[in-house]
T-cell receptor, first 116, second 110 residues
């Protein structure tokens, strides 16, 4: 597809279960970012990939959160032992190298996670 | 990181121009000024960005103060579809993640 694709679009899970959220960036975009947005709140940065490496993981809220990226393409965000506070929309974005200069970060539609 | 300050909310009448201000008094010489907006129930979308000179594109104009301590996003003719939260963000060279603040919630009245 032409844009950033995320799946699932909606996920309802029970507290304590693990979830995986997937992001397919735009082809050729080597930079990939994950953000979280709780209801009525702003975006929180989680992690950034350049290629398959993650130079900045500073936003991951706890060790229950992890992410990986393979083939400089698909990325998976995994949340283990989910808690109700993890309920949010998880947004993925991608860009060409040099975001500051190129300017444009492309966001997906997000994966809405609800933890019961 | 240099921070930005924006009004929490603004209101505009449809088909009138809108000037959205942003203060960034601690901006450094290598910081670019980016504007994004987030429509209801959607991910953010890029609007415009610049470094020193004013910029125009099909969506908006960006006016940057001479001392770069403030900037203004200009929507030339607001439509109902422009109702969104507008974020003013600074970022340095490279792929530094964009840090989104609270932004300005723009309401457009028909």
């Amino acid at each position: 597809g032409a844009g950033v694709s995320q799946s699932p679009s909606n996920k309802v899970t029970e507290k304590g279960k693990d979830v995986e959220l997937r992001c397919d960036p735009i082809s050729g975009h080597t930079a990939l970012y994950w953000y979280r947005q709780r209801l009525g709140q702003g975006l929180e940065f989680l992690i950034y990939f350049q290629g398959n490496s993650a130079p900045d993981k500073s936003g991951l809220p706890s060790d229950r959160f992890s992410a990986e990226r393979t083939g400089e393409s698909v990325s998976t965000l995994t949340i283990q032992r989910t808690q109700q506070e993890d309920s949010a929309v998880y947004l993925c974005a991608s860009s060409v190298p040099g975001l500051a200069v190129s300017g444009e970060l492309f966001f997906g539609e997000g994966s809405r996670l609800t933890v019961l | 990181d240099a921070k930005t300050t924006q009004p929490n909310s603004m209101e505009s009448n449809e088909e009138e121009p809108v000037h959205l201000p942003c203060n960034h008094s601690t901006i450094s010489g290598t910081d670019y000024i980016h504007w994004y907006r987030q429509l209801p129930s959607q991910g953010p979308e890029y609007v415009i960005h610049g470094l020193t000179s004013n910029v125009n594109n099909r969506m908006a104009s960006l006016a940057i103060a001479e001392d770069r301590k403030s900037s203004t996003l200009i929507l030339h003719r607001a439509t109902l579809r422009d109702a969104a939260v507008y974020y003013c963000i600074l970022t340095t060279r490279g792929n530094t993640p964009l840090v989104f603040g609270k932004g300005t919630r723009l309401s457009v009245i028909a």
